[in-house]
Structure formats: C-alpha cells, structure tokens
C-alpha cells in the first residue's frame, strides 16, 4: 500500500518595495503589512491540515510568511538553499517595460535568449533545485503534509517541468499569486496530482521582483 503525502510550494506574501526595483537575492526586503496579513491567512487555512514539516528559502520574505505555520502547528522552521529566488542580472535595478534598466543598451546583450535565459539562473537549473527541495520535504513529512516556502518564478518554473511543459514562458500569464499554494500530491514517490489554491486572493503576476 502506497504512503499519501502532500508537498505545498507556497509563494511568500507581499513585500515591502517602494522603490519598485526587482529585489531578488538582496537582503532587508521583508513582508509588507499587506504580506503579514496574508501569511496569518494562509496559516489560518492550513490549520486543519496534516502538517508535519514547514521549510523555507533563507530570504527574509519567505522566512516570514513560513513562521505563521511553523508556530500553528509547533513546528521548527527548516531552511533549504535550493527554494531561493532564481539568481537575476538586474537585481536591484527597474526592469518594468519601456522602463529603467531596459531602456539601457549596455544592457541589451542580457536580454539575447529569453530561452535560457541570458539574464539569470537557467530554468532548467531552477526547475532541478526546486525537485531536490520537494523531494527532500515530501520524506521528511512522509505520509503527512509538508509546506515549502518559495518564490514565484521557482515555483512557476517547477510547475512547469512538472507538466512536461517548456520552460520559457510569458511572465505575464504566470498562475502564482502572492501567497499562493501550488500543492503536490504525492502516492509513494509518484506526483499524481497537482492543486492551485489562492487562500489569500489573486493578484497580478507582474509583481516585481517575487
């Protein structure tokens, strides 16, 4: 007889950015007040649910957003390297369209193949990092419920591997709101579903930097 467990990549709430740059790996961007709000409302609906390990990415914003769960089920909050925020040439800069960084020809050379893609982390590479960080979490919470703290573009781009669909995609069309669940349900080691959930509500996927 096979063990059902569920992995929950959950997407970290809204952050603080009033500058409105793409922030990604860069320290002290924390959860907006906003953000608080709905990483209680997450924890709130996952409060019944059979939850046996809550792990995070080290960024501030994620640390947050897991705490709220760890604390409901009195749980320690693990940290794994692997549900960071995929690693971006325009950290830190504006990157909105017809704005800032990409107005910029010296920074033309990074936008030559959207497939890979030349401005970052390789998808494929994020979408390897992001299984290992799912693998680990479904056996430590083996039989139960796990919940991973991530980022929309990991998240987005695990999905996608997942679905055995291509990993270049229209960030526009990106189904991973702020706070979201995209939940993995495993039979034994087999994914034999997949669960989006929004507890939170929708919100825009143009999103700097999430």
């Known amino acids: 007889m096979t063990t059902r467990t569920v992995v929950h990549m959950l997407r970290h709430g809204e952050v603080h950015n ?3 740059v ?18 209680l409302i997450v924890a709130e ?6 939850i046996a390990h809550v792990v995070a990415s080290p960024l501030d914003r994620a640390q947050q957003t897991a705490a709220p769960i760890a604390d409901s089920h009195r749980l320690e909050l693990a940290t794994d390297e692997r549900l ?3 690693d971006n040439k325009f950290e830190g800069l504006k990157v909105a369209v017809g704005d800032g960084a990409l107005r910029s020809p010296k920074h033309w050379p990074k936008l030559v193949n959207p497939l890979r893609p030349s401005w970052g982390e390789p998808y494929l590479e994020i979408a390897h990092r992001m299984l290992g960080a799912v693998q680990r979490a479904r056996a430590a919470a ?8 991530s980022h929309q573009l990991p998240i ?16 526009r069309r990106r189904e991973c709101s ?9 039979e034994g080691e087999e ?16 999103v700097t930097g999430a």
């Open 18 to 20: 009033p500058t409105g």
């Open 22 to 39: 793409l922030y990604g790996r860069l320290p002290g961007f924390k959860l907006s007040e906003r953000g608080q709000k709905q990483a």
């Open 45 to 50: 609906h996952l409060n019944d649910h059979d």
């Open 84 to 86: 960071i925020e995929a």
């Open 142 to 149: 083996e039989g139960h419920e796990a919940v991973c703290v």
């Open 156 to 171: 987005w781009t695990l999905r996608r591997f997942l679905e055995g669909k291509r990993m270049w995609h229209d960030p």
């Open 178 to 186: 702020l706070a979201s669940l995209t939940s993995l349900v495993f």
């Open 191 to 206: 994914l034999v579903k997949l669960v989006y959930t929004e507890p939170a509500g929708a919100t825009s996927p143009r």
